[in-house]
């Protein structure tokens, strides 16, 4: 049995499945964070949250890097940790940091960082030859100004250290792009009280169908898992509505997608971990949109090991420790699974969801969940603001997808103003 040390979690599907991973693993895990009523406010009521099967849970500053390391040696004295592990994209470089202090497995520090900003990874995927937009990163508006002229509209302005399509806008002019500058500056500290880097990313608007890579890197050499799709909503944001896993590719545009994933993730030296590389398909062949050196959001790891059976949150629990992950397919059934996402189109308080029973009982659902009623809603800018979901699966062929668009409709959010 090994010990794990869990520096903070998403408050999402991964704060369950990840510590799911650590037990069946035949693991354990201690949780250290700096709020653990975060997480338990996202909990609902009377069900004990997963977290809460840690070992131990340690409070901190996990904001502070310089505290936070002499924190840790101290713990690992006592608890002795086998492995670090996060499924937060803003805990994953000082979770890197402290393993590498620890002298336990991980990816390097530096490459954590580099693919967690994406400027760095934009000029180190540029000097490898991996393609991707052209882009521009901006400390002012009077510089995104200058280099949108260069690039030419219509553009996409996004932060450099913000995750969920949080702030992510499609611009069109300079009306339109000093209205996203100064959304994104109004915006100076992220969610978990950390502050942002005050400049904008901006990169020329790729055309043609978004899909994931789900990678996973070990001693060197990076596996391809399988490629997932992805719809978008919600303009000019870029609000994911939804996934399907396989993509329904030709052969030819998913061995461009596997590959471009894989030259990334070596560009940038990752190792050690599990990552989620989204690529644009464009007429002019895959550009790199982002590298995550961690596993897939929006419940696309569920997809994986519905089609595939290979669990990508126990393969992060795995390369954490040190261990060669369990890469095997296996028989389940199911040709594709997709998820598909309610989004809220108006503003008010949700009375409820008409139709979840009905749909429940659908043939090929495996998954359905909607938010609690009095939940205040508005119209969604970004992937934190779904009302439910709903997963699929189809025995056949690719045809969850569809399934799945066919189920959603069944749900009636019932909004009311005031």
């Known amino acids: 049995m090994a010990h794990l040390l869990m520096v903070e979690s998403w408050v999402g599907s991964m704060s369950r499945l990840l510590p799911r991973a650590v037990r069946e693993g035949g693991h354990e895990f201690t949780f250290l964070t700096r709020d653990l009523h975060h997480y338990l406010r996202a909990a609902p009521e009377g069900v004990g949250h997963p977290l809460l099967a840690a070992r131990h849970v340690l409070t901190a500053d996990t904001n502070d890097a310089e505290l936070l390391l002499p924190f840790a040696e101290r713990a690992h004295a006592s608890l002795r940790f086998d492995g670090v592990i996060t499924s937060c994209d803003y805990y994953l470089p000082v979770a890197a940091r402290i393993a590498a202090a620890l002298n ?24 490898a030859g991996v393609p991707g937009p052209r882009f521009a990163v901006c400390g002012d508006h009077e510089e995104a100004v200058r280099a949108a002229r260069e690039i030419g509209f219509p553009l996409v302005l996004k932060p450099v250290d913000l995750c969920a399509g949080m702030l992510v806008r499609r611009v069109d002019d300079e009306t339109g792009l000093a209205d996203a500058h100064r959304a994104l500056m109004d915006f100076p500290v992220n969610a978990r009280g950390q502050a942002r880097a005050p400049v904008a990313l901006l990169e020329e608007l790729m055309h043609g169908p978004e899909v994931s890579v789900e990678t996973v890197t070990f001693a060197g050499r990076t596996e391809v898992v399988g490629v997932t799709d992805k719809t978008t909503g919600g303009a000019p944001a870029f609000v994911e509505t939804g996934h399907m896993f396989p993509a329904a590719l030709t052969e030819q545009d998913e061995r461009a997608a596997r590959e471009t994933a ?157």
Do not use: W
């Open 104 to 127: 336990l497995p991980g990816p390097t520090p530096e490459a954590v960082v580099n693919a967690c900003r994406k400027d760095a990874t934009r000029r180190i995927l540029a000097e």
């Open 262 to 418: 894989v030259r990334a993730v070596e560009a940038l030296g990752l190792d050690a971990v599990v990552a989620h590389t989204e690529v644009k398909l464009t007429p002019g062949g895959p550009r790199v949109v982002e590298v995550n050196p961690r596993p897939a959001g929006n419940r696309i790891t569920e997809l994986v090991r519905h089609v595939t059976g290979i669990d990508l949150a126990a393969a992060c629990v795995s390369v954490a420790l040190g261990h060669a992950p369990d890469l095997r397919p296996r028989a389940t059934g199911l040709h594709s699974a997709a998820i598909g996402f309610l989004v809220p189109r108006a503003e008010g308080v949700l009375e409820g969801v008409d139709g979840v029973d009905e749909v429940g009982e659908g043939d090929g659902v495996l998954e359905i969940g909607v938010a609690t009623p009095g939940t205040r809603v508005g119209v969604a800018s970004d992937n934190n603001e779904y009302l439910g979901h709903v997963m699929a699966g189809d025995p056949d062929g690719p045809g969850a997808r569809a399934d799945v668009e066919a189920l959603l409709a069944r749900l009636r959010p019932q909004v009311v103003n005031r």
